[in-house]
Each structure stands twice: as structure tokens, then as C-alpha cells.
């Protein structure tokens, strides 16, 4: 019987015990999402037995700490916890045609659709990386053999201003080509003419075969400098920009098919139309040797990248920017017109604005009696800095 009482009595404390519990799981204050108010007192006894411990924990109930960074992470700038913009920071990030140099000297930041407007402009205060990869596929039409040629271009652009009216902007170029030539067949062939110059090819035909190797190295470096005034704006929105100066070619290449072996010199001009919509323009280069190597070919080259962008989103456009090559030092047909399609889109990696974009083209009208590009496939990376950020740029 005394055994009986105790099971029973056990059982009691059982029971209330669970009857107790289910009322404390019954409190919707320890639902994730609400705040419960009657948890601190709830750890009184544990808080007495391991002070030390629970000092260093955070409490457990309360889950505002740990929804606060969530929204802090969702909301918009300025919002929710977010940075606070000022009124004129605002009124800057609404305007998509504020200038970037106004916005930073307010300490305010611009949008990545504003820094992907001030990259469209060729000629607008920005410093930009150019990294660019070519595959082209070159033909032979003289044999029919194809081959594939690489090229890796690089370009540091970056605006001087000179007074409130005109800047310089600036462009180093440098290549670093891969040719499907051998240089080593090519210098066998070199100086067996009077004057150790290159034999013409009999018959058209060359007596070594071209595509039989690779050469691989770095290229000749140019300068193109254009001189440009603030952008006219247009009635209707949009705005055209110009830019007028020279270029300047050093015969830097490590090898001699991978270069022109001359030193060269020219005029350069540029012009461009920045609609809400579309971006069209050209930059025209004309190159003409005035020194360098004695066996090497004359320079005369005029090459004039055409561009057409339309953009699908205030970051993202679709277009390609071509280059036409005319080479009038070569007999017969003279130039390479090619037309492209590709997609481009600026994203932010950071705090530094990163363009990225993919052509293909295919040059519908190629010369017939010489080596030629029949078609080629481009990529390219641009990461850019507003020119506001150096003062040695302003």
C-alpha cells in the first residue's frame, strides 16, 4: 500500500509537472517573432546558479538582435535602418542625370545606373580598365586555310581636366597577340632579297606555309589623346559629344611578326550621340610610320571602331563595336568591315562599378588577295572610378 502511494504521488508530480510545461510551450511569447516579457524572470534560478555564464549569452527569447541585421540587409538605402540619406543625397540619386563629380564633393554616393551612364560616354570623366580577349579566325584566301588568332588588349584610360570647358582624355594601349605564324620560318625567308627585305610571294602564293606554327608575345604599345568640350545637350534629351587629337604608335613588340617595326603617328576623332535610349558614335585612328626598321612594311592604317548600343535597362545594353581596318598599303581590296551583336551589363563588385560584356562579329566584306579576318568573338572586362576621386585628374 505505502509502495502504491508513492508510485501514485510520483505520477501526480509527473502530471503537474507536464501540465506546467504545456502551458509555458502554451505562451506565444516565445514564438519566434514575438518578445516575450516574462522570460527574464523565468531565469531567475539560472541566473543565480551560473551568473558568469548567462552574462555572456544573449537571451534566448528576445529574437529582435537577431532579425535586426536581416533587415537592415533588406531594406533600402535609407530605410529600415539603412543608411540615412539627406535630403540632397535624395535628390541626387533620383536625378539620372546628376553630375558624379557634384555628387561626391556632397559626400553623397552615386547610383550604379548613374555610373553606368558615365561609362557609355567615351569621352566622360571616368578612369576605366579596359580588359579585352579577341578570338579571331583568320582565312587565307589565297589557299582557303583558316587559322585562329588571339589577341589580349589592354587599355588605362583616364580624363585630364584642363579648364571648365575642355578635358584631355587620355588612352594607353598595349596587346599581347598570339599568331598562328611561325616567326622562325619567317626569319629563314627574311634576307634572302638584296637588301635583306621580305620576297614577294610568286604567283600569290608565299613559299612557306604560315599556318604551320605560333608566336606568342608582347605587342606595340600606342597613345591616343583626344582633346573634348563639356557635352552639348540636345532638345528632346540626350546629349553629343566630341573629341578631336592625335595618336602615337611605339614598335615595342617582342617579336617582329608581332608588330608593325615602325614608329607611327596620326590624327584621331571622335563622336558621339548619349540618348536616353540609344548610343551611337565612332572613333576613327589613322596610323603612318615616320621611323623604324628598314625591312619592315610601310604603315598606312586607318581603323575605325563604330559602336551602336541600346539599352534594355538603366545598367544593361545590347549592341557590339566593330572595328573596320583599312590597310592602304595593301594592293587590291583594302579593308575589313565587319557588324556584330552582344550583350553588356554593369554590376557593382564591392564598391567598384564592373562592366562586363561578350560580342560576336563577322566581317561581311574581307580582302581577297590577303590574310584576312572572317570572323571574330570578344570579351571584356571594365572596372571604372569616377575622375572625382583623383586630384590629379581635376
Given at each position: 500500500?505505502?509502495?502504491?502511494?508513492?508510485?501514485?504521488?510520483?505520477?501526480?508530480?509527473?502530471?503537474?509537472?507536464?501540465?506546467y510545461?504545456?502551458?509555458a510551450?502554451?505562451?506565444?511569447?516565445?514564438?519566434?517573432?514575438?518578445?516575450?516579457?516574462?522570460?527574464?524572470?523565468?531565469?531567475q534560478l539560472?541566473?543565480?546558479?551560473?551568473?558568469?555564464?548567462?552574462?555572456?549569452?544573449?537571451?534566448?527569447?528576445d529574437?529582435?538582435?537577431?532579425?535586426?541585421?536581416?533587415l537592415?540587409?533588406?531594406?533600402?538605402?535609407?530605410?529600415?535602418?539603412?543608411?540615412?540619406?539627406?535630403?540632397?543625397?535624395?535628390?541626387?540619386?533620383?536625378?539620372?542625370?546628376?553630375?558624379?563629380?557634384?555628387?561626391?564633393k556632397?559626400?553623397?554616393?552615386?547610383?550604379?545606373?548613374?555610373?553606368?551612364?558615365l561609362m557609355?560616354?567615351?569621352?566622360?570623366?571616368?578612369?576605366?580598365?579596359?580588359?579585352?580577349?579577341?578570338?579571331?579566325?583568320?582565312?587565307?584566301?589565297?589557299?582557303?586555310?583558316?587559322?585562329?588568332?588571339?589577341?589580349y588588349?589592354?587599355?588605362?584610360?583616364?580624363?585630364?581636366?584642363?579648364?571648365?570647358?575642355?578635358?584631355?582624355?587620355?588612352?594607353?594601349?598595349?596587346?599581347?597577340?598570339?599568331?598562328?605564324l611561325s616567326?622562325?620560318?619567317i626569319?629563314?625567308?627574311?634576307?634572302?632579297?638584296?637588301?635583306?627585305?621580305?620576297?614577294e610571294?610568286?604567283?600569290g602564293?608565299?613559299?612557306?606555309?604560315?599556318?604551320s606554327?605560333?608566336?606568342?608575345?608582347?605587342g606595340?604599345?600606342?597613345?591616343?589623346?583626344?582633346?573634348?568640350?563639356?557635352?552639348k545637350?540636345?532638345?528632346?534629351?540626350?546629349?553629343?559629344?566630341?573629341?578631336?587629337?592625335?595618336?602615337?604608335g611605339a614598335?615595342?613588340?617582342?617579336?617582329?611578326?608581332?608588330?608593325?617595326?615602325?614608329?607611327t603617328?596620326?590624327?584621331?576623332?571622335?563622336?558621339?550621340?548619349?540618348?536616353?535610349t540609344?548610343?551611337?558614335?565612332?572613333?576613327?585612328?589613322h596610323?603612318?610610320d615616320?621611323?623604324?626598321?628598314?625591312?619592315?612594311?610601310?604603315?598606312?592604317?586607318?581603323?575605325?571602331?563604330?559602336?551602336?548600343?541600346?539599352?534594355?535597362?538603366?545598367?544593361?545594353?545590347?549592341?557590339?563595336?566593330?572595328?573596320?581596318?583599312?590597310?592602304?598599303?595593301?594592293?587590291?581590296?583594302?579593308?575589313?568591315?565587319?557588324?556584330?551583336?552582344?550583350?553588356?551589363?554593369?554590376v557593382?563588385?564591392?564598391k567598384?562599378?564592373?562592366?562586363?560584356g561578350?560580342?560576336?562579329?563577322?566581317?561581311?566584306?574581307?580582302?581577297?588577295?590577303?590574310?584576312?579576318?572572317?570572323?571574330?568573338?570578344?570579351?571584356?572586362?571594365?572596372?571604372?572610378?569616377?575622375?572625382?576621386?583623383?586630384?590629379?585628374?581635376?
Amino acid at each position: 500500500m505505502v509502495k502504491a502511494r508513492v508510485n501514485f504521488a510520483s505520477a501526480l508530480i509527473a502530471l503537474l509537472s507536464l501540465l506546467y510545461l504545456g502551458q509555458a510551450l502554451a505562451d506565444d511569447s516565445i514564438i519566434p517573432g514575438r518578445v516575450a516579457q516574462e522570460a527574464p524572470e523565468s531565469l531567475q534560478l539560472a541566473s543565480s546558479l551560473y551568473p558568469a555564464s548567462l552574462e555572456a549569452l544573449p537571451d534566448p527569447f528576445d529574437t529582435r538582435a537577431d532579425k535586426l541585421p536581416w533587415l537592415i540587409g533588406q531594406a533600402p538605402e535609407g530605410e529600415g535602418g539603412g543608411e540615412e540619406l539627406s535630403p540632397e543625397c535624395a535628390a541626387y540619386q533620383a536625378d539620372p542625370d546628376a553630375n558624379i563629380g557634384e555628387i561626391i564633393k556632397a559626400g553623397c554616393k552615386p547610383t550604379l545606373a548613374q555610373m553606368s551612364a558615365l561609362m557609355d560616354n567615351p569621352l566622360g570623366n571616368v578612369a576605366m580598365l579596359f580588359t579585352q580577349f579577341d578570338i579571331f579566325v583568320m582565312k587565307d584566301d589565297r589557299t582557303g586555310r583558316e587559322d585562329t588568332q588571339y589577341n589580349y588588349m589592354g587599355i588605362a584610360q583616364f580624363p585630364k581636366k584642363l579648364n571648365d570647358t575642355w578635358s584631355l582624355i587620355n588612352r594607353v594601349i598595349w596587346n599581347v597577340p598570339s599568331l598562328p605564324l611561325s616567326q622562325s620560318k619567317i626569319n629563314d625567308f627574311v634576307g634572302t632579297g638584296p637588301g635583306g627585305e621580305f620576297l614577294e610571294p610568286e604567283d600569290g602564293v608565299l613559299p612557306i606555309d604560315i599556318f604551320s606554327g605560333r608566336t606568342t608575345g608582347f605587342g606595340d604599345m600606342y597613345y591616343v589623346g583626344l582633346f573634348t568640350p563639356q557635352p552639348k545637350k540636345l532638345d528632346g534629351g540626350g546629349a553629343f559629344a566630341w573629341g578631336v587629337g592625335f595618336d602615337v604608335g611605339a614598335d615595342t613588340a617582342s617579336r617582329d611578326i608581332l608588330g608593325t617595326g615602325k614608329l607611327t603617328a596620326g590624327p584621331s576623332l571622335l563622336g558621339v550621340y548619349l540618348g536616353p535610349t540609344w548610343k551611337v558614335g565612332a572613333l576613327v585612328t589613322h596610323y603612318k610610320d615616320f621611323e623604324g626598321k628598314s625591312y619592315a612594311n610601310d604603315v598606312n592604317l586607318t581603323n575605325l571602331q563604330y559602336f551602336v548600343f541600346r539599352s534594355i535597362s538603366p545598367t544593361t545594353a545590347i549592341g557590339a563595336a566593330p572595328n573596320i581596318i583599312c590597310n592602304w598599303e595593301a594592293s587590291g581590296d583594302n579593308c575589313t568591315v565587319p557588324i556584330g551583336i552582344g550583350v553588356s551589363t554593369t554590376v557593382q563588385m564591392g564598391k567598384v562599378p564592373v562592366r562586363f560584356g561578350a560580342e560576336f562579329m563577322y566581317s561581311v566584306i574581307q580582302p581577297d588577295d590577303q590574310l584576312s579576318t572572317k570572323w571574330n568573338f570578344r570579351f571584356y572586362v571594365i572596372p571604372s572610378a569616377p575622375s572625382a576621386l583623383f586630384d590629379w585628374m581635376n
